[in-house]
């Protein structure tokens, strides 16, 4: 931005609050709000009374205010004042009360901005621009200054005087702080219940590893964290096994955590928020803006797992039950979900608290509290708003592709042909019905240049309907692995089959990555575009990704192979499912903890990620060796002494 466009955004800064040009009176208003704040001092000091002690509480109060930013010409449109000072303050049973309020700019803002070229397409972040009425208690979507206040704790946020707009929805203090609820309770106990499981089996095990004895009953050490960490640990190198997807997908779950980094710290106070127009404006940054192909790739895998398992199994004499297929699924990914979900639901709301905590309420807990039974039943896509446990979306579509493959399955096994065509035909269906649904509701390429979040998710990105080509490309994959795997099909490429392919396939991820750069920057509507970009772009990625994994598993890959394949990626990959449950919520309460403004940069947000990627690790590491793995074991238990006993009466 240059120097003049800052000048004139500092001089209309204050008249756009009103939309007239009574600058003088403006600025005098708020800084007699700012600095002399005397109708506020008189109507706290009748709340405090007149001693010694309340005086240095009032002190105490006005010191905690926001005070008049620096660098607003760079965005710095929000001053977070001292919460810890308010929050800390008690006196004669009244405690203070921290209120984070706004003012809201004139609707002609939005044309001042477009003219400085800040934000032809800004970005929407949750607090500044409030794409949610209910956060700052406004109806409409316009940027603002937002600024702290402390008053006692016997006062609404309505009596706040001045220009600032303050709401009880941003208000905290120890008065209102919330208690341990039954149900907070009993999840409690829950959690404790398994802890003493998990203690009670590790004990156990270890005795055992000690004297060298044998368990008495494998469901003894079902919860031991010794047996199942062994288990987490090691690396296998079965040949069945396609083990450069390992490295695909935790690769494929890092990008996703760093792009949830990125997208969430848009909705952080920055001090320099209209950076962000330069940085979404720059081609490199498009590593980040185009990771949700990521998670494409995990369609993909999921597809061709479901194939090449289905088809192995079938080869070894397994009958397929399509109920137990089902509960086979629903029982591995449930538990760690349940667990997560009540964590979401009556737990969260105690883990900190901050100028940003409600945040955390309207993010992770509303959305919980409206959507658990619909999401535990992966169907909240299509039945109500609200996913507990937010980035899930991706489970609720996994779940009913993976419902609807048999219809694929059986045909794929019993009649190819058949299986084939019906493949071939959904493949063709899923590049049709996104450039369908692109074009009819007139979505745009990515979710930073749609004025409609919530039209682009619900009718595109968390629909199952236009998000299935991935998964059925991945399902094509697996049968013909399959028959690469059993020597059913043989292939054999010449050494510059072999480099053009992999450059060709290298160079269609790179393109599917940064393609949708032109339609991300654009300032008008591109309704072919966007369109053919929603019909092509992930169905491309999803066969650039499988054309790696053929070269890998055809051992034409063997450098790549082997490091795809690496022990660490094998750990990694056994707790990915863990890591996307909880990686959110870690980001989302490292950030609704922040007590002043940060400094958005690239550098700065990958600083960040590792930080939050170590404590999803470890977080993700208690979660799987309590939740998941037990119920694997619990799983094999009870369903192989049912077959042997089928067996026995046979």
Request: hydrophobic content about 45%; glycine content about 6%.
């Amino acid at each position: 931005m240059s120097f003049k466009n800052k000048i004139l955004i500092c001089t209309l800064l204050f008249t756009l609050v009103f939309g007239d040009s009574k600058t003088k009176d403006i600025y005098n208003d708020f800084f007699n709000e700012l600095v002399n704040r005397k109708e506020l001092v008189a109507q706290i000091k009748t709340k405090l009374g007149d001693s010694e002690e309340a005086g240095f509480a009032l002190i105490k109060m006005l010191d905690a205010w926001s005070k008049l930013p620096s660098g607003i010409m760079d965005g710095n449109l929000i001053d977070l004042g001292s919460f810890d000072e308010c929050y800390g303050i008690e006196y004669n049973n009244i405690y203070g009360k921290y209120c984070l309020g706004i003012i809201q700019f004139n609707p002609q803002t939005e044309k001042y901005f477009k003219v400085f070229g800040i934000a032809s397409r800004k970005p929407r972040p949750r607090l500044l621009l409030n794409p949610e009425p209910r956060l700052m208690g406004l109806g409409d979507d316009y940027t603002g200054l937002h600024f702290a206040a402390c008053v006692p704790s016997t006062m609404s946020a309505a009596e706040i005087p001045g220009l600032f707009k303050y709401t009880e929805d941003f208000c905290y203090s120890k008065a209102t702080e919330p208690e341990l609820s039954a149900r907070a309770i009993v999840t409690i106990t829950i959690l404790a219940i398994f802890l003493c499981l998990v203690l009670v089996s590790t004990s156990y095990d270890i005795a055992l590893n000690y004297f060298k004895k044998e368990p008495y009953h494998e469901l003894l050490i079902a919860f031991s964290f010794l047996h199942n960490g062994r288990k987490l640990f090691r690396s296998s190198k079965n040949s069945d096994q396609l083990l450069c997807l390992n490295g695909i997908k935790a690769m494929s779950m890092m990008w996703v955590i760093t792009g949830h980094e990125f997208s969430n710290v848009m909705f952080a106070p920055l001090s320099n928020f209209f950076v962000l127009q330069e940085w979404l404006n720059d081609p490199a940054n498009m590593f980040i803006m185009g990771a949700t192909v990521s998670v494409d790739t995990f369609f993909v895998v999921g597809g061709l797992v479901t194939v090449y398992t289905f088809l192995k199994s079938m080869d070894k004499g397994a009958k397929f039950n399509v109920l137990l297929f089902y509960f086979h699924r629903y029982l591995r990914l449930t538990p760690a979900y349940f667990i997560m979900a009540l964590i979401h639901l009556f737990l969260l709301n105690h883990f900190g608290n901050g100028p940003l905590w409600k945040v955390v309420d309207v993010e992770l807990v509303d959305s919980c509290e409206t959507g658990w039974w619909s999401s535990l039943l992966y169907i909240n896509n299509y039945v109500q708003k609200g996913t507990c446990v937010p980035q899930t979306w991706y489970l609720q579509v996994d779940m009913q592709l993976f419902v609807l493959s048999p219809l694929i399955l059986i045909p794929l096994y019993k009649w190819p042909k058949i299986g084939l065509s019906i493949l071939g035909f959904l493949i063709i269906g899923g590049c049709v019905s996104p450039f369908v649904i692109g074009y009819v509701k007139h979505i745009n390429a990515g979710m930073l240049n749609n004025e409609d979040t919530e039209k682009f998710m619900t009718y595109y990105y968390a629909a199952t309907y236009a998000r299935f080509g991935p998964y059925v490309i991945g399902m094509l994959a697996g049968y013909f692995l399959y028959k690469i795997k059993t020597n059913k099909i043989r292939i054999h490429l010449k050494s510059w089959h072999v480099i053009t392919l992999w450059l060709v396939f290298i160079t269609g991820l790179v393109a599917c990555v940064w393609a949708g750069y032109p339609l991300n920057v654009a300032t008008e509507e591109d309704r072919w575009g966007s369109s053919l970009y929603l019909a092509f772009n992930r169905p491309a990625w999803a066969v650039a990704v499988v054309g790696v994994i053929f070269l890998c598993v055809s051992g034409y890959g063997t450098p790549i192979d082997k490091f795809l394949s690496w022990s660490v990626f094998q750990f990694l990959t056994k707790l990915s499912y863990s890591m996307y449950l909880v990686h959110i919520c870690v980001i989302s309460i490292r950030t609704s903890l922040l007590r002043n403004n940060i400094k958005f940069s690239s550098f700065a947000i990958l600083h960040v990620f590792w930080g939050d990627f170590m404590i999803t690790l470890g977080l993700s590491l208690i979660l799987c060796l309590t939740f998941e793995s037990p119920i694997i074991i619990i799983e094999k238990y009870l369903f192989h002494r049912s077959e042997k006993t089928k067996a026995s009466k046979q």
